[in-house]
């Protein structure tokens, strides 16, 4: 089989990796329908390695040149262990975090901050190819009626709803959302079911903030022309937001963050680019702000798609295009390049 492999940065190849090796106990083959290319995954094109590992990946041995793609649907094609609810022929989705399953924090369900944690598509090969093997603890049947491209977009909506969850929102709380790309989008759409009352978003790609309106942003800024802060104070009877989300990474933000919410509200960082910045303490202690951190999603893909199965969830905004796995690299060039006005191409492998 065909599969899109990460060899260094800059350097993804189609390359011929055999026909998948039967499932060892423990573990299932799937046959995949839809990847998704995930911001991380062209953080490691453009700039990795970053979560991949050069040397052998303590949990999973596995070591570059590594099949990328964590956001998948499929069908089991094999299983090497029985599996409650799921059989050959089942259409699943994949929770990729992977476990060891033994650690304090995987025997205390938080499984997503393992102490040896890492993912399927960067510490295990992923779902950019015809096949991918998985762990069976990370299959989510697909309900009946959501269709397997949707269900691909479970993994990115379950990163908003994680970082929405983490925040604890209650119904009317205004929430100021900084970002609108996939996660950004996600947590406006979880923001809502969570019963905000304004949902504020800054964003400077037009095609963007357009997005974020069109999915019910009460306000949506360009930072570089709106004093962001000031508007969403004045907008929220000069109290701030009560939460807020920061889905970029990026250190100015994460600033703007911590000294945007209201006293006593919640920060909430779900972005990763690898900067570190100062925090303003005179801005936290005084205040009595929390800063949470989210990452990923820990059993929020089920609640994904059972939103998505009771209508409640529509995902298909996330959805800008569906190219071959063939056009994987061209793919990457494309989003890497800013070209198109992306959120979330999926790739579909060729079946022979
Ligand atoms: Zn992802
Ligand atoms: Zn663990």
Redesign the pocket.
């Known amino acids: 089989m065909q599969a899109l492999r990460w060899h260094a940065k800059g350097k993804l190849c189609l390359d011929d990796v055999g026909a998948p090796a039967a499932p060892e106990p423990g573990q299932a083959v799937i046959a995949v329908s839809f990847c998704g290319i995930c911001g991380t995954d062209l953080h490691e094109f453009v700039h990795g390695p970053n979560l991949i590992r050069t040397g052998a990946h303590p949990l999973t041995g596995v070591k570059p040149p590594i099949t990328l793609g964590h956001e998948m649907s499929g069908t089991v094609v094999a299983l090497g262990s029985p599996v409650p609810g799921v059989e050959v022929g089942t259409r699943v989705a994949v929770d990729p975090c992977l476990?060891?399953?033994?650690?304090?924090?995987?025997?205390h369900g938080e499984?997503h901050?393992?102490?040896?944690?890492g993912s399927v598509g960067l510490a295990s090969d992923g779902g950019f190819a015809s096949h991918a093997t998985v762990p069976i603890e990370s299959l989510v049947p697909i309900p009946d009626g959501v269709s397997d491209q949707l269900a691909a977009l479970a993994e990115p909506l379950a990163v908003g709803l994680h970082a929405i969850r983490r925040a604890t929102v209650q119904p009317g709380d205004n929430v100021l959302l900084l970002g609108a790309g996939p996660i950004g989008v996600a947590a406006l759409l979880a923001a809502k079911l969570a019963g905000a009352a304004g949902i504020y978003v800054s964003e400077p790609v037009p095609a963007r903030a357009r997005t974020a309106a069109e999915l019910g942003a009460t306000e949506v800024y360009d930072p570089a022309t709106t004093d962001v802060r000031r508007e969403v104070f004045l907008r929220t009877g000069r109290v701030g937001p009560d939460v807020v989300v920061e889905a970029t990474g990026r250190p100015e933000l994460v600033q703007l963050a911590v000294t945007t919410v209201r006293r006593g509200g919640r920060a909430v960082l779900c972005g990763i680019s690898g900067a570190e910045t100062a925090l303003p303490i005179t801005q936290i202690v005084p205040f009595e702000r929390t800063i949470l951190g989210s990452l990923g999603y820990n059993h929020d893909i089920p609640r994904v798609l059972d939103l998505m199965a009771t209508g409640r969830l529509d995902a298909t905004p996330l959805l800008t295009g569906v190219r071959p796995l063939s056009a994987g690299a061209d793919a990457f060039a494309e989003l890497a390049a800013g070209r198109g006005n992306h959120l979330k191409i999926l790739l579909e492998p060729e079946r022979s």
């Open positions: 476990r060891c399953g033994v650690c304090r924090w995987c025997l499984y901050i393992c102490a040896k944690g």
